[in-house]
């Protein structure tokens, strides 16, 4: 777990140990078997002309770990894929970022990667949601559709030949997040799926799972909204449209914790794991400032430990 320089008493020191433990033990001895840190022995057989790849080294005709992470074999390809890395962008991931900088014809922005993320103007639809060329006008109106320090919701389209990224924000889901948290978790912890944006119908919250570690919890926003032209009409009502219910910014703020909670001690983030967390906050009449208190963090890992304990208990039933 990482040190959030919680005060435990010696009680909830032991529990989380015990939790802790017990998650451990009950780990897949095939996902044990594949962990490795420097210095160990990858098993292969020599006979199949394997080729070693990042993170292994040939040593007196041993293929030997130079990184602490897991064993992943492609076909004849064997690597070691470090956990604890910084984000690695594949085409296709969905990542959040955050405006740093407005070039011309370009956004730059802060994704979580070694170099900086660029969208391009001719890469999103305009406010008018015209498909057309863009012209020195939209050039110029560039700040009017997001500028720095906006929260950004993008597509990884390729890369570009200086090592950057080029995304693309086409589709009417993605662009401009408003009325909500953006979180900061080490990218590992969120797992490459076919959905990674989740609509919460009973609380009226959006959460987009971000591949590069950045999560966003807010209001919910029709699929649409973000691409209307802003007339007089809007202009006049903005201050309306824009007020959050209480009732839904508690819900924000309570689904925001379970995610710090969750990340905080290296439990894999999926939507079902921040749901259970938040309900039991309300079931245990948590405070929200209580959900970042040592007590709630023991029951969490406590909770996460019988939840899989009963999932193999029950998957050995089943045989």
Request: charged fraction near 25%; charge should be neutral; glycine fraction near 6%.
């Amino acid at each position: 777990m990482k040190d959030r320089h919680l005060s435990l008493n010696q009680t909830q020191r032991v529990r989380l140990e015990a939790a802790l433990h017990e998650l451990q033990s009950l780990a897949p001895a095939a996902a044990s078997a594949a962990a490795v840190t420097v210095a160990d022995t990858i098993p292969v057989n020599q006979e199949d002309n394997i080729l070693k790849g990042h993170g292994t080294s040939d040593q007196d005709g041993e293929v030997v770990a130079t990184l602490c992470g897991v064993v992943e074999r492609v076909n004849k390809l064997v690597y070691v894929r470090t956990l604890r890395a910084r984000y690695k962008p594949e085409v296709g991931d969905i990542i959040v970022g955050r405006v740093i900088e407005i070039a011309p014809k370009r956004w730059r922005l802060e994704i979580n990667f070694s170099q900086d993320a660029v969208l391009m103007l001719s890469s999103m639809n305009l406010p008018d949601g015209i498909q057309r060329r863009r012209t020195a006008v939209d050039e110029l109106n560039m700040r009017s559709i997001f500028e720095e320090n906006d929260v950004i919701c993008a597509e990884v389209r390729g890369f570009q030949h200086d090592g950057s990224l080029h995304l693309q924000a086409r589709s009417e889901k993605y662009g401009k997040l408003e009325r909500g948290q953006l979180l900061m978790v080490p990218p590992y912890l969120v797992k490459r799926k076919k959905q990674h944006f989740h609509h919460l119908e009973q609380y009226n919250v959006d959460l987009i799972l971000g591949c590069n570690g950045f999560i966003w919890v807010g209001e919910h926003v029709v699929v649409g909204e973000k691409t209307k032209p802003t007339g007089g009409q809007q202009r006049f009502s903005t201050e309306a449209e824009n007020f959050t219910p209480l009732e839904t910014r508690k819900h924000i703020c309570r689904l925001a914790n379970a995610v710090r909670v969750l990340s905080a001690l290296g439990f894999t983030l999926t939507v079902e794991l921040i749901i259970e967390t938040m309900e039991a906050s309300v079931s245990s009449n948590a405070e929200i400032n209580d959900m970042l208190g040592a007590e709630f963090y023991v029951q969490t890992a406590e909770r996460e430990a019988k939840r899989r304990a009963d999932l193999l208990r029950k998957k050995n039933g089943a045989r």
